[in-house]
């Protein structure tokens, strides 16, 4: 079974930068879709971005677009995803998902990481 880690939360300021990597742990991305999600304590979780790993069909929900870029490294087998100008309202713990194929709007994810923590503080 596919293993996904989640790393690179970090307390920072508004307007700071922060990159997260998710990892495959036993199996490649290879025909893989790899998303990524956040929640907020008191809040429903948010489809943040996905992409395919050909590199296509990239995904953003509409708070992040302009900020954030989904991409994946093939020979490190790591989905990153580079958050620029941070604000408050981005806190919340970010977790990873694969799933082998595509994805859209209502796929169900088969694989999950154990996420982490992003906290925008002024």
């Known amino acids: 079974q596919m293993q996904l880690i989640a790393s690179g939360g970090e307390l920072v300021r508004p307007g700071d930068s922060l990159r997260l990597s998710c990892a495959a742990s036993g199996r490649s991305f290879r025909s893989y879709s790899v998303g990524w999600f956040r929640r907020a304590p008191g809040k429903e979780a948010e489809f943040v971005a996905a992409?395919?790993?050909?590199?296509?069909?990239?995904y953003y929900t509409d708070s992040v677009k302009g900020r954030f870029a989904i991409s994946r490294d093939k020979t490190e087998n790591t989905v990153y995803l580079q958050m620029n100008n941070l604000k408050l309202e981005d806190t919340a713990q970010y977790y990873c998902a694969a799933r082998l194929g595509d994805y859209n709007l209502g796929t169900e994810w088969d694989y999950w990481g154990q996420g982490t923590q992003v906290t925008v503080s002024s």
């Open positions: 992409i395919r790993w050909s590199g296509d069909y990239i």
